[in-house]
């Protein structure tokens, strides 16, 4: 049996909204096997996963406060994927936006002032770009690959903030832990409801992903991204310039992500610690693709990996998996929806290999 | 033995996996597929040969089940990129990020072990020579396969028949299929290559590098193995010149310490990363040359016209 792609003659609209959903279904089901081989019942475990973090207050809010960076940074990430710039090291701007910011209440934690706030969110997104403006600048100027650049550069920052809160922002009241001093009550981003810890990052993420929908649908520059995403000779021709698109599209997306940093840290952590993000920057990857690239997916599809984060929790409190198995869904889905986004541009089809010889023999 | 054997023997220990996940990928990227799922093939090539060599108490069962492993996971990634011609630079992300997760899961249960580690074999008379006979005779045998694997693929890649169609398909694969080259195949059995290349760098990571099992121990490797096929320009004797300058630099961070250089240790460990940006700029901003030796399909999917 082989398997055959014939290129559809114009994109399917059904497949386009449904593929991802289809991803979702394959997902639970090898999830459901996998609980299986573990020896767990797929169902209790499926539903402790998938199920119990959404019926309580306090996890609803659990899952808005994770789902926050995952969307901040997708439809960052969106921008770029779109144009054809694969910025892959968010999770270091994220890092880098999260230290930018932290320099009033951690440097200069005598100042208080209503004006802490909104500087720190833009010192967050400004330390963002900065470091997304290194792989910009090595591939619009020096042709250095970005994927790797980018990529290296989140070990870089890894290492920095390490460094940066064991040693010279280390809190001098912190019995010698490395963390620094928690943040002053003006630099605590406040919660949004009055039923629970959910931040305004998530108001943020929710904001932008509106924006960046208009920008895409309505405006010149949401069409150039477009453009030279799918032919950059296309664009050159429209008076494009990809160089340009590059410095945009990187900057962008570093800004997002350095602001996902501080509004995380600002509003759910408090203080900066060795280790603040648990992978946001590569789940936002996973984020942008089930959304399609399409910012008010990217916002349904960051619920859906916020999800995945709180089911691990739960099911290694009510059944005792590892909460490894967040990171297995998280690769199998990506996994999915690469697949089942073929069917959108071609008809898949099984080959029997004895009905094949005889079309060939036909064709003799 | 003097202070510079010890350094060496611990750059070659370092380059090794290097060098092996680089020279598999090259391969790959020869017959113009993309995987940037090193990393992942990688760390599930470690953690199966940490396991299985538990289990079985041989590690040269660890090193078939790291193989395997490797294996396996290339083959998702040609399945979804060859025959569902996937986005390759999203699937090699998935892979890794795959591998990651299962390896976390896998590895669990071997957490804080007590290795085993693989033993050197010393070739008769040659181990005996002075200075080079322990550094470069009495080596395990990932060192000895990651040398002749290099050297095997330059044979096959410049010499065979076989090794032209491959260049082939990487250089253009609408030509080499009018040729009547079968260029999916072609691209399967490279792309499995370097998975079983890279799961065996993941080998050699937690039964000689470090003969333990620890999360996420590949630690980039499979991202500066990527680099270093840049930095060869695809060529492969050029891979082991670069691993083992990178495992120089990598190891460099160890010995400053032991001296007592009083630079913060996060600083050297940023080194490898750092040093690899430098090197992929120094090499690319070139555009020519890079242009004349990127295979010109690299990335770049396939489907047959019918």
Known sequence: MRIELEKRAKVSTLFSVLSPFIAFALTIVFGGIMFALLGKSPVTALYSFFVEPLIEVWSLHELAIKAAPLILIGVGLSVCFRSNNWNIGAEGQFIMGAIAGSILPVVFYDWQSPLVLPLMMLFGMIGGALFAAIPAFLKAHMNTNEILTSLMLVYVAQLFLDWLVRGPWRNPQGMNFPETRTFGPDAILPEMLASGRTHWGFAFAIIAAVLVWFMMRYTLRGFEITVLGQSERAGRFAGFSSRKMIWFSMLFSGALAGLAGIAEVSGAIQQLRPVISPGYGFTAIIVAFLGRLNPLGIVAAGLVLALTYLGGEAAQLSIGVSDKVTRVFQGLLLFFVLSCDTLIHYRIRLVWERFAVAKTDEAH | ?306
């Open chain 2, 1 to 306: 033995m003097g202070i510079i054997e010890a350094i060496l023997l611990s750059v070659i220990t370092a380059a090794t996996p290097l060098v092996l996940a680089a020279a598999g990928e090259l391969v790959a990227e020869r017959s113009g597929v993309l995987n940037l799922g090193v990393e992942g093939m990688m760390i599930m090539g470690a953690v199966s040969a940490f396991a299985a060599t538990q289990i079985t108490g041989s590690p040269y069962v660890g090193i078939l089940a790291g193989v395997a492993a490797g294996l396996l996971f290339a083959l998702f990634f040609g399945f979804l990129t060859l025959t569902l011609v996937a986005n390759q630079v999203a699937t090699g992300l998935a892979l890794t990020l795959l591998g990651l997760g299962v390896s976390g899961m896998l590895g669990e249960s071997f957490l804080g072990m007590q290795g085993i580690k693989l033993q050197p074999i010393a070739i008769p008379l040659l181990s005996e020579v002075p200075f080079l006979g322990p550094l470069l005779f009495r080596q395990d045998a990932i060192f000895y396969l990651s040398i002749a694997i290099v050297a095997g693929i330059h044979w096959f890649l410049f010499r065979s028949r076989a090794g032209l169609k491959l260049r082939a398909v990487g250089d253009s694969h609408a030509s080499a299929h009018a040729l009547g080259v079968d260029v999916i195949r072609i691209r399967y059995l490279a792309v499995l290559f370097g998975g079983a290349c890279a799961g065996l760098a993941g080998a050699q990571l937690s039964l000689v590098y470090t003969p333990q099992w620890v999360e996420n121990m590949s630690a980039g490797r499979g991202w500066i193995a990527l680099a270093l096929v840049v930095f060869a320009s695809w060529r492969p004797w050029r891979v082991v010149a670069g691993g083992y300058l990178f495992g120089a630099v990598s190891i460099s961070q160890l010995h400053a310490q032991a001296f007592g250089i009083g630079i913060p240790s996060q600083f050297l460990s940023s080194l490898p990363y750092v040093a690899t940006i430098v090197v992929l700029i120094l090499i690319s901003h070139n555009r020519r040359m890079t242009l004349i030796n990127t295979p010109a399909s690299l990335g770049k999917p396939f489907v047959p016209e019918r």
